[in-house]
Every structure is written in C-alpha cells, then in structure tokens.
C-alpha cells in the first residue's frame, strides 16, 4: 500500500511566522501535490512537482513556495504566514504517466494549519 | 480548465442506489474523470476513473454520455458507512503539467 505522511495532524502558527509543511512517500512516485482544502471552495491545487527540482504552480499558488530535493519528499512553505492562509494541508503523490494520460491519487491525511 | 458543478448534498437510506452527477461543460478532448472519497480528517480516497460510456468495479459504477458533459457516480445499497464527500475530479496529465479540477464535492448522509 501507498504511505503518504505529513509532518502534523494540526498545527498553530503566528502571523508573519515562516511555515514548513512536509510531506513524505513511500512509493518511489514521481508526482507530488499540495493542496489546500476550505469549507465550499474543495480542494485547489497549490504546487505539482513531477520530478526532483521540478515543480509546477497550481491554482492558488500565492503566498506559497515548494522544495523538492528528494524524491520521496515535497515541502509546502508559507514564507510568511497570514490568517488567510488558515487550512487544511493535503499532500498528494502519482506514479508516472505518459503525458496525456490520467492517474490515480494517494493521499496524505491533511495538516490543519491555524494562523492566528 | 474544465469547470466541474455538483450538488452541494444529498441524503439516502441505507440500501438505496444513489446516483451523484457531475457536470463539466468545457471538458477537454483528453481529460479524464476520477472520483474520490473523503472521509472526515482524512484525506480524498480514490473510487473510480473513466474516459467515456461505462466503467464498473467492486465498489461504484461510473456512467459518461457521449457528449462527455456529465458524469454519474452511482453507489449500489449504499450503507451508514458510505456517508462521506464525493469529489468529481476532471483533468489529464501532460507530463510536465497538471492539469486539474476538483469540483466542490457532494456531501451524502446515509441514515436508517
């Protein structure tokens, strides 16, 4: 079975406080995504990553910058946080596809992030 | 990006079918649409994945018209245990690109 852990369940974070969210698989997958998910809105994409280095901005990606240096690890940082930015986290992981093609996601359990 | 639009919630008794469609307008030639499961804090669970017509496997089928503008998700004698958020997720992959769209999920209470 695919693991994929993030680094807290929840997590409470002062305003203009830098943020790392990390996110871990155990699967060799190329593809990793942040997302964050708020009450109406469902699920937007942050960042994808779909190699080492390589990443690629989502829907919402302002506010908000990835690391990817390690295969089974893609970080989420909130350079410096804003109450807006209070969420919940979900990290995502895909095995590789040729282009053109779909996938199916494994997802971490969320981080519940509160910026106060 | 293809817009998807789905019912806020729906309510069902246990046994009951329950069919949750998706609209998605502007769906591109090569996206596909997945459906996924969220139970409360955890995260999306994959369901089921289909191109066009009709897909089927132990737990749903998946029902895509021609004109590839809907999509319905059905649930056989659903049970207390499938009350969760169903999310219809239209995209493709493009190998160095994701392109994605999470609808805003349909929220199914399942009671005796």
């Known amino acids: 079975d695919v693991k994929v852990t993030q680094s807290s369940r929840y997590l409470v974070k002062r305003t203009g406080e830098k943020v790392f969210l990390e996110c871990v698989q155990d699967?060799?997958?190329?593809?990793m995504f942040w997302y964050r998910q708020d009450p109406g809105l469902g699920l937007r994409l942050i960042y994808f990553?779909?190699?080492?280095?390589?990443?690629e901005k989502g829907d919402i990606p302002e506010g908000y910058s990835v690391s990817r240096e390690k295969k089974e690890r893609f970080s989420l940082i909130l350079e410096s946080a804003s109450t807006n930015q209070t969420s919940m986290y979900l990290c995502?992981?895909?095995?590789?596809?040729?282009?053109?093609?779909?996938?199916?996601?494994?997802f971490g359990p969320g981080t519940r992030l509160t910026v106060t | 990006l293809a817009k998807t639009t789905q019912p806020i919630s729906m309510d069902s008794y246990e046994g009951q079918e329950v069919n949750i469609t998706c609209s998605h307008n502007?769906?591109?030639?090569?996206?596909?649409i997945t459906w996924y499961q969220q139970f409360p804090s955890q995260g999306p669970r994959f369901i089921i994945q289909?191109?066009?017509t009709k897909v089927k496997n132990e737990v749903a089928s998946l029902f895509i018209p021609a004109d590839r503008k809907s999509s319905t998700l059905s649930l056989p004698r659903v049970s207390l245990s499938d009350t969760a958020v169903y999310y219809c997720?239209?995209?493709?992959?493009?190998?160095?690109?994701?392109?994605?769209?999470f609808g805003t999920g349909t929220r199914l209470q399942v009671t005796l």
């Open positions: 699967m060799d997958h190329e593809n």
């Open positions: 995502a992981t895909a095995p590789f596809l040729l282009a053109g093609g779909s996938y199916e996601q494994y």
């Open positions: 990553s779909y190699d080492v280095k390589m990443k």
């Open positions: 289909g191109y066009k």
């Open positions: 997720l239209v995209g493709r992959y493009t190998g160095t690109a994701s392109k994605l769209t």
């Open positions: 502007n769906i591109a030639t090569n996206d596909y």
